[in-house]
């Protein structure tokens, strides 16, 4: 099915995802325009995009920095700033498809600013699923809305799933397996780990990413919030979801049938093809990414995750467990502490010794509305900078 053209907004089109997308629309001039970009504060950046792409609108983050962009960009595009901004650009009536790639709580409002107004939402933003979760599921339930995975790992679950899923039993699906890395530390000696520096935990061997993502990578906090994105994109049980370490990272994630078949997708490390096939879906695009060559690769590994080396897994799986406000307090913990690492405030094991302590304390409350969960992310990074300054 051809589908028609489409307008796409692009939330956090600065990132490394952000990047990625405007490659792949610029491949496709008949099939996308851009609507709007945002940025944070990376106005010279988001000014050369807007001469390349000529969106309507472009969002920053405050007053001052939009006044700098509207001198870069002239008269063609109305530059806007803040929160409201950015859902406004999410939710507008022009827009098709919303690429949701802003890191971070950050991207919350308008991710589901765009669910509510039943866009097309490619979501790369898990943090924004992880805290809101049933809310979430809810709001996409309630307007129709499309949501396409971006996350690799959910893309190719979703890929491996029958075009109408709805819930594992229907399927006939046992479980699913989230292919993981393992990140740059996965063979350093555990000792070792309290010495790592930002830069060494952001070299990671397979991908590259934004640094509080690839900080994630190396602390595997990033999987846990994986586990929790699937088992609400999927309807699936925590307990029915196994990391496989699978250090090449060529088998993007696996679906394990009750007849004991076992899909799996696979591709090149580059994120152009979730993106091209979310952007596309159904139908399939060219993505720039060069083809999948498994002579030369010749070799795909398989491990079990070292939990010991790891805790960010059973802390992930804990607040999964705990259900209500834990995970968007596991995510706003995390935030702060990753934060603090990347500025040399703390070491890199106490990254996850913070979020421990921060969830050892919360008391698991339900998720009642949006203001529920901003209040979960409040008070988790009051605790959290807290914690640290105990340690
Ligand atoms: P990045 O740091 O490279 O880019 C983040 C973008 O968000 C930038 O455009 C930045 O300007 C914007 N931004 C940051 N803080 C903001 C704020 N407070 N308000 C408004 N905008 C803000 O990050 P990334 O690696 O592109 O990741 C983006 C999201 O996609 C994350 O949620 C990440 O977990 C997810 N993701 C990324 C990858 C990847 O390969 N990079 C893979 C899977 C999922
Ligand atoms: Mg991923």
């Not at 859902?87 to 991710?111: N, Q, R, W």
Request: hydrophobic share 45%; aromatic share 6%.
């Amino acid at each position: 099915m051809m589908q028609s053209f489409q307008h796409v907004t692009v939330l956090g089109s600065t990132g490394s995802i952000g990047v990625s997308t405007l490659d792949v629309i610029a491949r496709h001039p008949d099939r996308f325009q851009v609507f709007a970009l945002t940025a944070n504060q990376r106005v010279k950046e988001l000014a050369a995009q807007c001469l390349q792409f000529h969106p309507r609108y472009a969002v920053v983050k405050s007053e001052a920095l939009a006044q700098q962009l509207a001198s870069l960009v002239g008269e063609g595009v109305e530059v806007l700033w803040g929160q409201s901004g950015l859902s406004f650009v999410a939710a507008h009536e022009k827009v098709d498809a919303v690429m949701s790639a802003i890191v971070g709580a950050a991207g919350l409002e308008p991710t589901l600013a765009a669910v509510k107004a039943g866009k097309k939402v490619l979501l790369a933003n898990k943090e924004a699923l992880v805290m809101a979760g049933q809310l979430f599921m809810d709001a996409v339930t309630e307007s129709k809305s499309i949501l396409l995975p971006i996350d690799s790992e959910h893309n190719a679950i979703f890929q491996c799933l029958p075009a109408d899923y709805k819930d594992p039993s229907v399927a006939g699906v046992r479980r699913l397996l989230l292919s993981a890395s393992g990140g740059p530390f996965r063979n350093t000696p555990i000792e070792q780990l309290i010495n790592v520096t930002p830069d060494q935990a952001c070299a990671h061997p397979n991908w590259d990413m934004g640094r509080k993502i690839s900080v994630d990578s190396a602390t595997m906090m990033n999987k846990g919030l994986e586990l929790i994105e699937a088992s609400w994109l999927f309807s699936v049980s925590t307990q029915d979801i196994d990391v496989l370490i699978h250090p090449q990272s060529i088998v993007h994630s696996l679906v394990e049938y009750k007849d004991g078949s076992v899909l799996a997708q696979l591709g090149n490390p580059d994120m152009r093809t979730p993106i091209a096939h979310a952007l596309a879906w159904p139908d399939r695009l060219e993505s720039g990414v060069r083809a999948l060559d498994l002579v030369a690769i010749a070799t795909l590994d398989f491990e079990a995750p070292d939990e010991q080396r790891f805790p960010a897994l059973a802390l992930a799986r804990a607040a999964a467990d705990s259900q209500g406000n834990a995970p968007a307090a596991l995510n706003a913990a995390n935030e702060v502490a990753v934060a603090a690492f990347l500025n040399k405030q703390i070491g890199f094991t106490k990254i996850t010794e913070v979020v421990d302590t921060v969830m050892q304390k919360w008391q698991v409350e339900t998720l009642s509305d949006l203001n529920a969960v901003q209040r979960a992310d409040t008070h988790a990074r009051e605790m959290a900078v807290q914690a640290m300054s105990a340690i």
